[in-house]
């Protein structure tokens, strides 16, 4: 079973930027990584998502040039920088993974079998 730890959530005024982290172990067995994010009342969406390999990303059109993710292959962590924060952007951001590729289906949350606790974004304006 793969073991997902996110970090790097913090409080931040609109414009700024954070990095979230997602150490991953047990990870020789997942094609995708996908970073979510939920806010208070609202559905899990899909944010972002890389292959395994590092080769392919995909991103919500909410964040398109703002975010960006990527691999560590080395320390088996994804990352997921953000940029020009907006308080739209508010939510709990989850890191997840699955064994299939990441596909059409990347902003599907069921089809993820592996998620983290979740880590905490707040966007003030």
């Known amino acids: 079973q793969v073991q997902l730890v996110e970090s790097g959530g913090d409080s931040v005024q609109a414009g700024g930027s954070l990095r979230l982290s997602c150490a991953a172990s047990?990870?020789?067995?997942?094609?995708?990584l996908g970073w979510f994010r939920q806010a208070p009342g609202k559905a899990r969406e899909g944010v972002a998502a890389i292959s395994a390999s590092g080769g392919s990303t995909v991103y919500a059109d909410s964040v398109k040039g703002r975010f960006t993710i990527s691999l560590d292959n080395a320390k088996n962590t994804v990352y997921l920088q953000m940029n020009s924060l907006k308080p739209e952007d508010t939510a709990v951001y989850y890191c997840?993974?699955?064994?299939?590729?990441?596909?059409?289906?990347?902003?599907?949350?069921?089809?993820?079998?592996?998620w983290g606790q979740g880590t905490q974004v707040t966007v003030s304006s």
């Open positions: 047990g990870y020789i067995s997942i094609s995708c």
């Open positions: 997840a993974a699955r064994r299939s590729w990441c596909g059409g289906s990347w902003n599907t949350a069921p089809m993820f079998g592996d």
